[in-house]
């Protein structure tokens, strides 16, 4: 958790109905002020997600706890998923059925 531990931005956001689709940019779904926001992710396993720069309203704020067993992200809210790759800048992590039995979101966060 400690390698993990920093401030992220989302920059990527892909759905996949099955695996044999083409993805689909998931950002553009998503309203402006929530494209900007940061998430802390705190080496003693809790985390804070800031609406910062364009403020949605109300603001989006969020707080709990994460944890990663393996490779596998837990949270009580924001973060759940598979962690597909790590370089100590950018984290991609998945999350299967998560609309639909068969279907993936891949997400992509940059340290910021």
């Not at 998931?26 to 804070?48: A, N, P, R, S």
């Amino acid at each position: 958790m400690t390698s993990l531990a920093g401030s992220y931005k989302l920059t990527s956001l892909q759905y996949k109905s099955d695996a044999s689709a083409a993805p689909v940019d998931y950002l553009q779904f998503m309203e402006d002020c929530e494209k900007d926001d940061i998430l802390i992710l705190k080496d003693d396993g809790t985390y804070v997600s800031n609406d910062v720069g364009a403020v949605c309203t109300p603001a989006e704020n969020a707080e709990g706890a994460w944890l990663v067993k393996g490779n596998t992200l837990s949270s009580d809210g924001v973060l759940n998923g598979t962690i597909a790759s790590y370089d100590c800048k950018t984290m991609i992590y998945y999350t299967d059925n998560a609309i639909r039995p068969g279907d993936r979101l891949t997400f992509t966060m940059v340290k910021q």
